[in-house]
Nanobody, 123 residues
Framework: QVHLVESGGGLVQAGGSLRLACAAS????????KGWFRQAPGKEREFVAA????????NYRDSVKGRFTISRDNAKNTVYLQMNSLKPEDTAVYYC????????????????WGQGTQVTVSS
């Protein structure tokens, strides 16, 4: 069993930065791939970024490439999402997820989810 807790969300002006963290409990954390998803009001949950269990492979949705960076520290059981040059359209609840070994972009393939953290970008 893996328990995930996100932190680092908040209110930021357009162009600003935030760093989300997802801390995990469970002895098998390092063996899982990790992902970040987001869900805006009235919209479906969408893929943002994913990283393989080793950190060697990463994938991003097109709209965040060059602005967001996913990373992980297996020694700290934590995965991060550095978000730079934020835009109002990045406003959403951000969720981290764990499952599988390689990068996964489909929400249904993840086994564990956090409770989410709100990110609001003002214009």
């Amino acid at each position: 069993q893996v328990h995930l807790v996100e932190s680092g969300g908040g209110l930021v002006q357009a162009g600003g930065s935030l760093r989300l963290a997802c801390a995990a409990s469970g002895q098998t954390f390092s063996s899982y791939a990790k992902g970040w998803f987001r869900q805006a009001p009235g919209k479906e949950r969408e893929f943002v970024a994913a990283i393989s269990w080793s950190g060697g492979n990463r994938n991003y949705r097109d709209s965040v490439k060059g602005r967001f960076t996913i990373s992980r520290d297996n020694a700290k059981n934590t995965v991060y999402l550095q978000m730079n040059s934020l835009k109002p359209e990045d406003t959403a609840v951000y969720y981290c997820a764990a499952g599988g070994e390689d990068v996964i972009t489909t929400a249904q393939r993840y086994d564990y989810w956090g409770q989410g953290t709100q990110v609001t970008v003002s214009s």
